[in-house]
């Protein structure tokens, strides 16, 4: 039997003004339940975290002549990903970057660059998830996998 990785990792994008936190923490959460895998077969995977905003908003709407990517807002995610797929973490990694830029571009369109899905520590994780970060969890993930990834939490 494999034995569960657990991969912290931070989740970073530009979204558009106006854009539910709780929905982009979802929306990221359930882009990990599938990552893609050889041959196009996906396996399970789970995150379990917190959304929040790294910058402060800007105007409801852009002022003549600017564009939207002007006042685009800095989101992120701290969290845990789990997997039992015996593949390296930086594959894992690059799998589920591929599955949350696919969601999001299917979601918000093209921002001009995609999200970025890093590894961190867990210390990092504990440490700089503010206070008033949403929480963020796969929805339809195995739950032994949804266990892992919040016992680190």
């Known amino acids: 039997m494999v034995d569960t990785l657990i991969i912290p990792v ?16 979802r929306l990221v959460a359930d882009a990990a339940a599938a990552l893609p895998g050889d041959r196009g077969v996906p396996y399970p995977g789970y995150l379990s975290g917190a959304a929040f905003w ?23 995610i701290l969290g845990h990903l789990s997997t039992r797929e015996p593949r390296p973490p930086r ?11 696919s ?27 503010p206070d008033t970060a949403v929480p963020a969890a796969t ?10 990834a919040r016992s680190y939490l």
């Open 139 to 148: 929805r339809q993930g195995l739950p032994e996998l949804a266990a892992a």
């Open 10 to 25: 931070l989740v970073t994008t530009d979204l558009p003004p106006g854009t539910d936190l709780a929905e982009f923490g």
């Open 91 to 101: 594959t894992i990694l690059a799998d589920a970057r591929a599955a949350i830029t």
């Open 103 to 129: 969601a999001v571009s299917g979601r918000y369109g093209d921002l001009g660059s995609p999200p970025a899905v890093l590894a961190i520590t867990s210390e990092d994780v504990r440490v700089r998830t």
């Open 54 to 76: 790294l910058d402060q908003p800007g105007p409801a709407r852009p002022p003549g002549g600017v564009t939207l990517a002007d006042h685009l807002r800095f989101a992120a």
